[in-house]
């Protein structure tokens, strides 16, 4: 039967060139958190709670950062590419028995709900190897998943590898893989680097699990959304808006008005209560938390604050700490 255990492998060893920083891209902010405690974030909502993380650029003040976090490191002294840093991970994972759910470290956008239901349509396809796959309307810049006439996956084909009709295809890999353990690192020790990057891809266990009789599936089950990688600041920049949205979209749901929403900034750390109304440019960061029916004016600025129930808050308040 298959171990039902779930072990995540954070793959954050990367610079992040593309961000034009000193600091390891996993370490820039997106609502108060760090990039990759998004990422951490989201693996445990989706149930997992062995969580290792392979660090490399950066690797001690990315550890340091994260000293309270439930999570183990892994340190990938030399980034030869992602099917590497899998690779170093072993002896790590040596004592746990499960299927291994990888995942990027700049992806913050990928929802619990959609790496459960991954995990199911894994469990049940009973796959030897599984990849979330989404559809995009602009796919430049990725792998594409390729499937036969019948629909079933076929393989996978980088950008700079695919021809003309392949470059049509609007399924990508959002680089999530959800693999047994040991065949993980059995079809890891067989990738090359013969490449002109000499680079150990992760996508190479793609190709060389079918060739060895496992069942490899794709599940289209990610949005564009979720689909989006941190790699510069304006893509930074767009994650925020997206999970701006989705924290308002939240508090509305739960009785919170909120004037003029696109104006608004909050942290996931903060809560309100029903029946409060939020001012517009306002910003609500921290460990705040505002009580019942209260009105929040405009302009307001209220950080790591406890807002009583019925409170009014003028416009133009900036309030810290009480």
């Not at 183990?72 to 991970?89: N, P």
């Not at 000499?198 to 079918?210: M, R, W």
């Amino acid at each position: 039967m298959k171990n039902s255990k779930l072990i995540g492998l954070v793959l954050a060893a990367g610079k992040g060139t593309r961000m034009k920083s000193s600091m390891p891209k996993v370490l820039h902010r997106l609502i108060g958190q760090p990039l990759l405690a998004h990422v951490i974030d989201i693996l445990q909502d989706a149930g997992v709670n062995d969580i290792y993380v392979v660090v490399g650029h950066g690797a001690d003040r990315v550890v340091e950062a994260f000293k309270d976090y439930s999570v183990h490191f892994v340190r990938q002294d030399r980034q030869l590419g992602t099917g590497h840093a899998v690779k170093i991970a072993e002896p790590a994972l040596s004592h746990l028995v499960g299927d291994i759910l990888i995942i990027c470290g700049d992806t913050p956008l990928v929802l619990p709900e959609t790496l459960a239901r991954f995990v199911k349509n894994h469990n049940e396809s009973r796959n030897g190897v599984s990849i979330l796959s989404a559809r995009l309307s602009e796919p430049a810049g990725y792998g594409r998943i390729i499937r036969d006439s019948s629909g079933m996956f076929k393989k996978i084909v980088e950008e700079k590898d695919a021809s003309f009709e392949e470059k049509r295809v609007s399924e990508v890999n959002t680089g999530t893989y959800l693999v047994d353990k040991d065949l993980l690192f059995e079809l890891v020790k067989r990738i090359d680097c013969d490449n002109a990057q000499g680079e150990f891809y992760l996508t190479d266990i793609v190709e060389l699990a079918t060739i060895s009789g496992h069942k490899v599936g794709a599940f289209c089950l990610a949005s564009h959304e979720e689909a989006l990688g941190v790699n510069s600041r304006n893509q930074l920049a767009e994650a925020e808006r997206v999970l701006l949205s989705r924290l308002r979209e939240k508090w509305m749901a739960q009785g919170v008005t909120i004037s003029m929403p696109d104006t608004v900034y909050l942290e996931k750390s903060v809560t309100i209560g029903q029946d409060t109304s939020i001012g517009p440019f306002s910003m609500l960061k921290g460990a705040t938390t505002i009580g019942e029916g209260a009105e929040i004016g405009a302009h307001c600025i209220i950080e790591d604050a406890k807002i009583p129930s019925g409170s009014i808050v003028d416009p133009y308040s900036y309030i810290k700490g009480t």
